[in-house]
């Protein structure tokens, strides 16, 4: 092999890459991972807004391949700040001893497969090339960011953040004017501290979101001693939820329960706080009126926590609760009672222009020095499409996906030999615990590759048709209920041109993580090896 030819080429250094990294060492592979940033964290190197923090609880969002790790890391609170998430990474990277087989700095641009050799080669921004046996996207779900078409966006004057490329100096807003652009989980997060800093801040709202308080502390370090005396029990009982997440789920329908015991059930969650709020009732995604139930609750909750009625107003969303992916705030809406906060309903005219000196919405320029954007990311499909990936053929996996993603099990396609996605479309990923769902498919791609290293395969490949009624399965599922009546980046809506199409998988993490095991027995039912 020459210098840069490997076995296994990975790109992404988030959690996913660095566990595959780990885990293929192991078959005696020699792996490269290629990573963009200069260094190890994928989502958490990159997302350093002002309030960034995970909206899984700690004790929930680790690694759990190995029981030392998770014995000797210590959370310092319930939910974690990215700080924290970011040296947890660092701190695998050292326990591992990855960084030696990272090259970092390294954007990767187009991948093209040699059906002769069954090798890959990626070209980086730098035109250096990597060639691999294997090559595994790993380049998470929610990573390539998203940029709103607005007319003059680059013609403002002072500094534009986006919160998915915040820079790595503190950005001090003290005596600015700011504008946020977008109300989704990252614009959540990072307004209460914008507005603690700024002189000024104007949020700009297009669509009104639904959110959880966190009730975020620090960790009660009973709480750690208890569920480190029984991590394998906790990771296994959240194994059997839709989720991923150790939380009770009810599967009674709303409509069963009287007013005084769905209001209990909900006041609990809310009071609970955090993801596990749409668990009160089985029903809720199901049916609208069971949804109205639950998001009145939340409206009711919004109108008392704001002084004004209608800035109150403004805020309730009109959407059905959970269609979007649910937010989980500190200090949110009470933000909106402060002086220097502003929100501004784009809901019906959309932004006019971002101007030299601010942002011009119903006719009227708002001066801002500093605009933030937090519009988001072209999501599960994005950070796939926006490398040059071609397989067997010469049509690339952009142009192949223009009317939507197709993929077998989100971890392969066909016409793509040896190349595996880490969480791709098809996964439960975005409606799952993202952690423990990486790991189980970095499970199962090493499992994989042992197979065909053991069997001594050239090539593995998704079937045509295996991946057809895969894809289809994953859209039926999407049908049921309320998931894709609202717009959502799950259906592909938040970015312009996009297909409309369902990307995730519905189904829940039993379902999915059994299909993957029969898959398995099956003698890797749907996969063919050369
Ligand atoms: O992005 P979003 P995000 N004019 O797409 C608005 C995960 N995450 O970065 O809804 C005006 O949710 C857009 O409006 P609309 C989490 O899974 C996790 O906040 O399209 N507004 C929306 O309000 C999350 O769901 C954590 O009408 C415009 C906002 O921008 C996902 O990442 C933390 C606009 C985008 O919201 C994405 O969250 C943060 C325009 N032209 C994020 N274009 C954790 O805690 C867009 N918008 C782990």
Known sequence: MSEREYDVVIVGAGFAGMYLLHRVRKLGMRARVLEAGSDVGGTWYWNRYPG????????????????????????????????????????????YDLRRDIDFNTRVTSAAYDEDSARWTLTSEDGEKTVGHYFVMATGCLSAPNWPKIDGLDSFGGPTYHTALWPHEKVDFTGQRVGVIGTGSSAIQSIPHIAREA??????????????????????????????????????????????????????????????????????????????????????????????????????????????????????PKNIIGAKRLCVDIDYFQTYNRENVELIDVSEKPIEAITPSGIRAHGIEHQIDALVIATGFDAMTGALTRVDIRGRGTVPLAERWKDGPSSYLGLAMHDFPNLFTVTGPGSPSVFSNMLPTIEQHVDWIADCLGHAQKNGYKTIEADAEAERVWWAHCQDLGKIGLKTVTDSWYVGANVAGKARVFLPYFGGIPAYFKKCEEVVENGYEGFSFG
Request: net charge negative; charged share 25%; hydrophobic share 35%.
């Open 52 to 95: 960034a923090r995970c909206d899984v609880e700690s004790m929930q969002y680790s690694y759990q391949f190995d029981d030392d790790l998770q014995q000797e890391w210590s959370w310092s609170e319930r939910y974690s700040p990215q700080p924290e998430i970011l040296k947890y990474a660092q701190h695998v990277s050292e326990r």
């Open 199 to 316: 002189k000024h801040l104007t949020v700009f709202q297009r669509t009104a979101n639904y959110a959880i308080p966190a009730h975020n502390a620090p960790l009660d370090p009973e709480r750690e001693r208890e569920i480190k005396a029984h991590y394998s029990e906790m990771r296994a009982r959240a194994k059997t939820t839709p989720g991923g997440l150790d939380v009770v789920y009810n599967q009674d329908s709303v409509h069963d329960a009287s007013s005084k015991e769905q209001f209990a059930a909900f006041e609990h969650n809310w009071q609970r706080g955090g993801l596990g709020f749409m668990s009160a009732f089985g029903d809720l995604m199901m049916e609208q009126s069971a949804n109205d139930i639950a998001a009145n609750f939340v409206r009711d909750k919004i109108r008392a926590t704001v002084n004004d009625p209608a800035t109150a107003e403004t805020l309730c």
